[in-house]
């Protein structure tokens, strides 16, 4: 949704129900078997269109109560097997008895899409996501829908990168927790510490600095009182210190008062 990327609480529910398998299954949120996957690139489509059921016809040495019984057939698109939806139309996806993948029979909910991983799992993200991340532990590429990047290259996440909501819209977006910088939600493009430890790391520094140039600055103003009457440019050297102690002090209170995102998961 990763872009991989942009998730909503929605696209944390599996597209299909919590079922066991022996197979990987191709939904969000369900534990899967454990494979090593080489770190190559893949190419993925930007988007899955959904497939129209179709209703089975009448063949000879058939009856029409046969065909009724039957139902509409689907074509799965992972592994082309043809299978039965009765009873499931009004799902958005469905799973292939043969390979246990999913194949989306109707369109995606307003302001989604489908995109196939190239591991097959298919992903449902916003239709304006960029980037999104695969949530199988045996896959978890970070899969770019557009932007400098090739459409479609599916490449491994950064060594750190995680799944963060955000403090201000309670959006999730992607962030690697390995630098040392504050994030930026790439929603409501505001500013917020990933963690609580990195801003209050970042106070102390700034309020232990703030303090050394205010006694810097007394230590001056007290050595330099008489002899700055004589030599104005002192009075410089003054305005100078105590604008720094200032600064220092103010960038001690914006990250005192920093919001704190929360780390959901890693990558």
């Known amino acids: 949704m990763d872009n991989v990327n942009e998730y909503e609480n929605s696209e944390q529910q599996p597209l299909l129900s919590n079922e066991r398998s022996t197979i990987t299954p191709n939904y969000e949120g369900i534990e899967t078997q454990v494979a090593s996957v080489t770190p190559e690139e893949y190419i993925s489509h930007e988007e899955e269109q959904h497939t129209v059921p179709q209703i089975q016809q009448a063949v000879s040495g058939e009856s029409s ?20 939806i009765e009873n499931k139309t009004s799902q958005h996806v469905v799973k292939c008895n ?33 980037r999104i991340a695969c949530p199988r532990v045996n896959c978890k590429r970070v899969i770019t829908l557009g932007g400098s990047a090739p459409v479609g290259t599916a490449v491994r996440a950064p060594t750190g990168t995680c799944r963060v909501l955000c403090a201000h819209c309670q959006e999730m977006f992607m962030f690697n927790t390995l630098n040392l910088t504050v994030a930026k ?48 440019f002192i009075y410089v050297a003054w305005v100078f210190v105590i604008a720094t102690a200032l600064f220092l002090f103010f960038r001690f209170v914006y990250f005192i008062n920093l919001k704190t995102s929360t780390v959901i998961s890693p990558l």
């Not at 043969?98 to 239709?127: D, F, H, M, S, W």
């Not at 929603?187 to 205010?214: D, M, P, T, W």
Request: aromatic fraction near 6%; charged fraction near 15%; hydrophobic fraction near 40%.
């Open 65 to 84: 109560d046969t065909v009724r019984h039957a139902g509409p057939i689907v074509t799965c698109r992972v592994c082309s097997a043809t299978f039965v």
């Open 185 to 232: 939600c790439p929603h409501c493009q505001k500013i917020s510490s990933v963690g609580r430890e990195y801003a209050r790391n970042r106070a102390i520094f700034f309020i232990i600095c703030s303090i050394l140039f205010s006694a810097g600055a007394i230590g001056l103003m007290i050595a330099t009182w008489h002899s700055a009457q004589s030599a104005p």
């Open 98 to 130: 043969q390979c246990n993948e999913a194949t989306p029979i109707r369109p995606a909910p307003p302001g989604k899409k489908y995109v196939r991983c190239p591991c097959n799992c298919l992903l449902l993200c916003k239709a304006s996501s960029n």
